[in-house]
């Protein structure tokens, strides 16, 4: 797991050095939304570009060492709304939702005890018993839910009818003495008043009141193209980027004559009117994403779908992701869409949770997305492909090397399907906000460091992968004088066209460093008398505080080598 953080902590310390502030804060925040601050956006920027460079410009070889072909596309968040029935959206793109009928908020279903485990009255009332011993005090009870329970979940039964609620618990542990109550079958009890009128009940993680049944909820955000607010006018902001991708494949296949297989990719923001937003940035309502569509031949997916489930595993681990806190999860058969023949979750271990949470979904799509659109926007069969070299190399044995001349000899289905196919489609997809997120949390480090005049101190350090980090390298003039800000000047101007470096001559030199390592600066360069006589510098290091002196001319090439390596 990252190590153990304290999030409200560590959202403060997002917030203090400019990673990441709540959206309109100063009208009191909009449950959801986050905004980037200068630190953050250069963070999220570097993530982006890395994924940019390494999957669409400068991919590896694929399996059989040949090189991938792949391209990019912007596509508009407001599409035809037919885009979103074609592709499943609107008819089901839904969370189980319970709402509450005492305060009226609702809750993931499928998320309910994940949540209940996070909330305060849950929280309050567990350090009223010792659940690891499975001791149930009822007095203890009593006494929360007529004291702390009043204000943290008014409508708990446990707090509206302790007497009662308390004696459905005692019958139940004095029936089976040897099967004390889990700690969701009590929590159960506690929200149950009239156990026989309504069976054990579940209870609202922000009132307590029981909630009700688990229904269907859109996650899309509507909003309307045109003057006109009707139904005509109703359109969609997308859930995700992928289906621009999809609406675009044969303008991509035109406009570049590209052959299979090839990929498409494509970096944007997406919205989801998510039930419950939580876990920081992890769910939010507004996000980006980082997907690609990959087109193949169907003979060829499997090979196809191992190769980028684990080449974007591999990716992570590269920028710094510790590979013992990277779990790629296969989806069981029950888990998987009817169209696909394989998915993985590539799963990390937040600090918010000891359960591995997504990242990125790696999914074998088949042909459903390309033959749905097919169906709804009346293309026919334009988006099927015709694989020249295929048939061109398969010519031995042939009678006629005309396609249409050799349909009239009745192959069969699978002899076809060989040469003329709809592509089947490797999906991996990305969230930006959430790989921004494990990286801060994996970077996010306190240790003890002896400053000068050999006193210990904590300071905090953000141990980003150097090609991650905000800013690459500090420069400071060790003094204000001796012409020692001039030159560190000079230094600053000449990197700035290649880098994001930051000029500091404020401040004692060992508050400037502590700065840098709160903003995750792999270098911190100084000029000092030594500089001015022969031109070199110290060089310090973030992770080992070693210093080395390098000649003032090296020093592009030394950031440029961290970028590379990672040290
Ligand atoms: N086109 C496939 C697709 O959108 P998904 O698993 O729903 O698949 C892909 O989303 C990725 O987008 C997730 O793995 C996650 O990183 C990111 N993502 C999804 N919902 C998100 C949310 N509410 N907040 C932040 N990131 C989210």
Redesign the pocket.
Known sequence: MAAKIDMAKFAKFCKDMGFIYQSSEIYGGIN?FWDYGPLGVELKKNIKDAWWQDMVRNPPPGPDGQEIRMVGLDCSIIMNPKVWVASGHVGAFADPTRKCPGCGKFTRADQLWAILAECEWMNSLMQMFTPVEGKIDTSQLMKWAKGKGQKLAPNLALVKNPEVTLSWLATRVNGQPDALPTLQELTQYIATEQLHATGLQDPCPACGAPLGEAKPVSLMFESHAGLEHNEESKVYLR?????GIFANYRNVLDSTRLKLPFGIAQVGK?F?N?VT?RNF?????E???M?IEFFCHPDESMKWYEYWRDLRKNWYSTLGLKSTNLVPREQGAEELAFYSKGTT??EYIFPFSTDPQ????V?HRGAYDLTQHAKHSGVGDKFMYFDEDRWNNDAAGRTTNSFKEWMKTNPSEAEIGKYQFTPHVI?P???????TLAVLCEAFTEDTVTDAKGNKETRTVMRFHPRLAPIKAAIFPLVNKDGMPEKAMALYRSLKPHFNVFFDDKGAVGRRYRRQDEAGTPFCITIDGDTIKDDTVTIRDRDTLQQRRVKISDVRAEIEKALTTGV
């Open positions: 959801g859930p995700e980027t992928a289906q997406s989801r998510e937003p940035t992890f769910r939010s309502r996000f980006e994403q997907e979750d590539i997504e990242l990125e979904g999914a999906e997809s990305a969230g930006a906000d959430r790989f």
